[in-house]
């Protein structure tokens, strides 16, 4: 089902009004499918310490 004219501005809208919330949404996405699909084992491990220190300073 193609997407409404309607619903393509208020999409377009919303990104330009919340580029801080659109950057971080994809930076999200793009993190899991890397996790998800492509990291290694070591890169995996270094992320889980990353993530770890990370966490400790919140």
């Known amino acids: 089902m193609k997407t409404s004219l309607a619903q393509l501005r208020?999409?377009?809208?919303?990104?330009?009004?919340?580029?801080?919330?659109q950057r971080n949404y994809q930076y999200g996405s793009y993190a899991r499918k890397f996790i998800r699909d492509v990291a290694n084992?070591?890169?995996l491990l270094q992320l889980q310490k990353?993530?770890?220190?990370?966490?400790?300073?919140?």
């Open 41 to 43: 084992r070591e890169q």
């Open 50 to 58: 990353m993530i770890n220190d990370r966490l400790s300073q919140l």
């Open 10 to 21: 208020a999409s377009k809208k919303w990104q330009q009004e919340h580029p801080n919330k």
